[in-house]
């Protein structure tokens, strides 16, 4: 008899302590149980049932070479053996060693190969290697044999499911609960897949069910507690997390479900604790360590999430879903080697999933690859042709490729076989809503709302259908009467509130909007980076203070992390920032953002504090393997506004080469051309640009719009801007095509463009609030007094009207030039080659003096800079005490230079140009007409520009100019710099001599400015228009509490202690 404390009890049998030893492993006591099998063998040494279980045990004890070692000798003693071979085969499973288990299984005779342990052994083999189709068969298999094989049921569902059949697997869920509605495994598995198919309250009541008859289970609970997490029900969620956790601690699911209901009430210490908990507790977990990757995502913690994703390829490198994770985060943070290298790993991987090559054909979607998304959906469907996902993803990269006819056909089938699931027919909502028929994509909408009404995003895609249809007005209505008449907004409604409060900007009352920015800003904890910043510029555009703070603590408290946040960020607090607080700001923003997108930053950040060249210079520092698409556009664009216009032409060029479908590379190329004045490149580059798609067919006649509007054509412009906006509403440059209205003389038509502009902020530079203190406030004004006064006015009077209003003097201008008047006789130039400029100080920034300084370059001609001290005691001398009194009263510099330009032009001739205008061709006086005695340049609004002239001293179109500008300075007239001493005056002085027979304008020459361009790069975007201490920076709008938090966004934190602003 056996006297040691792990035998069997006297007088029992070998069935006995099996039937003890089952239960201890399935307790996890396993060593109690690998005595206990150990003790049979002792007494019955070749027992199949103790063989296979020591094999078992060794295998959950974690000690894979035992386990091997045990299938080895248990195969020799007993080769047919059915349990041996289950279990060896389940070892070498999770060894690795899949193909050797296939052959164990190849070698039996059919007498073993059918019985019920074999085939689930078979299942779990074609599983792992992807066949799921076999699995199914096999589990049929067993289900033939034994009905009520729970194993084989939960293996049918999830062969089925790892096909991405949805609607089969809840159908076969359902069937397995009807004939096991006790079974804890099945009821959960239910529940699983039903909220996978969009029935998270279907699933919620099955749970409550079965709670009633096992109330202390914690699966059936966490199961529960993430239903209503899905139906934004969290405090439900949370109580029944809390009670799972109350019993065990440890609970992976039940940590990271309070961690997602953290991270949505923005209680960003409560999500890392619970993290830290969850990972610590279970650091081989591979789905613990995925779903915790993923919620440091979208907190914004991009670099600790990509700190675990490369956890998991390091522990499990055969998985390509964490492959493909690692690719997706490293995409966001501009990893762009560990992008290609880990999308590489994954699709050298057996076994892919459907959902794996949905992950792929996304990436290439992101990366502009719309041929691999193709590919890749091609390879998923030919393995997986039931996925409703990746049938869904196909028909999104057809609509990217323009191609409706195989959309209609690919959506008529998933209608057809998926007629019940909502997404398909918000596809087709989607699809209808790309085709421009609103009322259609309206009704599918519908449809796919009434399938699953708790679904916000879905019913935010509805509003979104209904705002731009008339027939969605009650639609609209009702969401936000339902909205405002909570007392306060809910986190569920998260997705209808942004929707309504950034996309409904142009469509909804001001009153109505400013209560749903409120809302939104009341819940700006919640809201992710992208959405933050979305808040803060239409909280900036629209004056809301209150909506800008939290905006901006939202931002400011997560990081920022994306390149998009920081930009915005620098753009808005440079006008308000001093230097030395810009650059504390900057240095901040690196601390934050990931190491892949320093170098982008730290361009951006340059271009606004040391200007083009500055930047230029170190971004060329940075060194890549291979420039992204994104790095190129940077690169491209430093290098043509730096003034490096060949390297550009040329750089431009191999990026087309490079990417040759791509719109953003078009257009990048088409601002490079557009710059330096190439209009017959232009057409060259637009005509072999093939645009196929609707959007980039609307991209292509936008550009085409800009070209005509360059060339003063504004009615063939805005004709081409209609079409653009037909085919793509989305894109609509409402700001740019009042600006064409304006200056073909559309009064009704402009005025009712205003209304369409409130609220939205596609113009930079156009303040809808302060309109009025415009440029294109100011040409509107001009247009309507002067319709009012053309009304009144006889015949004859065109001289007075031109001389008055800008409108009528643009008029007589362009009717001058359609008469091509002829050269004169070639003479000797009556333009003095002297450069004159202004800056009125000794003081000038460094940005400013490089683009001055080009001008030094020119052949044969002096070059001086005026100050203000020079320019009183000038004016002084030459003109008297008048001009001398008028200069002081200029409101602001530019006024100031503006007056003297005309009166040195006047009283000594050459060529005037602006502080950042940079010159390009040193001999531009070459390029100038040789008879001309005044040069000047009309602009794509058919005003002249004032930025260059040449002219020879005493021309009478620069004396009625000063006379008008003198004029105006000394009565002190309220109207714009623009029209009182700049291009509206000179525009007015040019038209009132060519319409006076008394004054000879034979010398004059107006040229369009796109030859200017060849010439000169005009308007630098130098960071000194940026400050504080560029003249116009009073008219910039910015929130007293943005001003107020300027002190909190510049400081530097220490090292490691980042404080939040609600904490200051």
Known sequence: ?????????????????????????????????????????????????????????????????????????????????????????????????????????????????????????AATLAIRMADFARAETHFDAVLALEPGHVEASLGRIESVLRRDEADRAAALALNAVAAHPEDEKIVNRCAGVLRRGGRPREAARLLLRALRRAPRSARLRCSLAECYAELQRDEGADRHFSTVLAARPGHVAALLGRAELALRRGDFDGLMALLRAATEAHPQDRNCLQRAARLLARAGQHAAAVEVADTLVESFPDTAAHWLLSTRLNRELGNVTAVQEARSRAERLRGLRANDYHALAEGALLDGDVREALSAVARGL????????????????????????????????????????????????????????????????????????????????????????????????????????????????????????????????????????????????????????????????????AACERA?????????????????????????????????????????????????LDAEVALLDEGPTGALRRYRTHRFARRTLRQALLLLRLLSIAGERARALRYGRACLRRWPGDLAMLKAQYEVLMQQGRAQELDTLLDSAMPAGRRARATHLRLRARLLAEASRPDAALALFEQADRLDPDGARIAQTFDLMVTAGRLEEAGAQIGRMQGTADAPGLNIRHLSTTLSGNLLNDLRLFSAEAARAGPGAEADLAAQFVVAARRAIAQWMDRAPAAGPAQARAIPRRILQYWNTQDIPAPVR????????????????????????????????????????????????????????????GLYADADDRLAAPDIFERLPAHAGLVCFREHRGSLSNNIIAARPGHPVIGRAKEMALEALLARDNDSAWSKTGPGVLTRAAAACLLDPAIDTSDLAIIQVSELRRMVQIHVPIPYKKTVRYWDHHSRTVSHSLRGLIGYVTSRPEAGNTPRLRDI
Request: net charge positive.
């Open 1 to 121: 008899m056996m006297t040691n404390s792990t035998a069997a009890p006297s007088g029992t049998g070998p069935g006995r302590a099996l039937r003890e030893a089952g239960r201890l492993l399935d307790a996890g006591r396993l060593a109690e149980a690998e005595a206990r099998f150990s003790d049979v063998l002792t007494l019955r040494p070749g027992h199949v049932a103790a063989l296979a279980g020591r094999i078992t045990t060794a295998l959950k004890s974690g000690h894979m070479e035992l386990a091997l070692s045990r299938g080895r000798d248990a195969l020799k003693l007993r080769p047919c053996a059915v349990e041996v071979i289950a279990a060896y085969g389940e070892a070498l499973i999770a060894a690795g060693q899949a193909d050797q288990a296939v052959a164990l299984l190849d070698r039996l005779p059919p007498r073993p190969r059918n019985t019920v342990p074999v085939r689930m052994l």
């Open 382 to 545: 030919q393995a997986f042709p039931g996925s409703l996902r990746l049938r869904l993803m196909d028909v999104r990269i057809l609509r990217r490729a323009d191609r409706p006819g195989d959309v209609v056909r690919a959506l008529r089938d998933m209608l057809r076989a998926h007629g019940t699931q909502a997404p398909v027919h918000a596809e087709l909502g989607s699809f209808w809503l790309d085709q421009g028929k609103p009322a259609a994509a309206l009704r599918s909408l519908a449809r796919a709302v009434a399938i699953n009404p708790e679904d916000r995003s879905l019913r935010a895609k509805y509003l979104r259908a209904a705002l731009d249809c008339p027939a969605g007005a009650p639609v609209v209505a009702r969401e936000v009467d339902a909205l405002l008449a909570a007392e306060t907004p809910r986190a569920a409604d998260l997705p209808l509130i942004r929707c309504l409060a950034i996309e409904g900007a142009q469509r909804l009352g001001p009153d109505v909007l400013a209560r749903l920015r409120g809302q939104l800003a009341t819940l700006a904890p919640l809201l992710g980076e992208r959405d933050a910043t979305d808040l803060l510029t239409l909280a900036d555009a629209a004056g809301d203070a």
């Open 552 to 600: 901006l603590a939202r931002l400011v408290d997560c990081g920022p992390k994306s390149m998009k946040a920081c930009r915005q960020l620098v753009i808005l607090f440079r006008p308000i920032c001093s230097d030395e607080g810009f650059r504390r700001l900057a240095a901040r923003l690196m601390e934050t953002i990931h190491p892949g997108l320093r170098a982008e």
């Open 850 to 909: 490089d683009v001055m300084r080009s001008w030094s370059a020119v052949d044969a001609a002096s070059h001086r800079v005026w100050t203000r001290e020079e320019a009183r005691a000038f004016l002084s001398a030459r003109f008297g005490a008048a001009h001398l009194r008028a200069f002081r009263l200029a409101n602001h510099v530019a006024e100031e230079a503006d007056f003297l330009r005309l009166c040195l032009l006047y009283a000594e001739g």
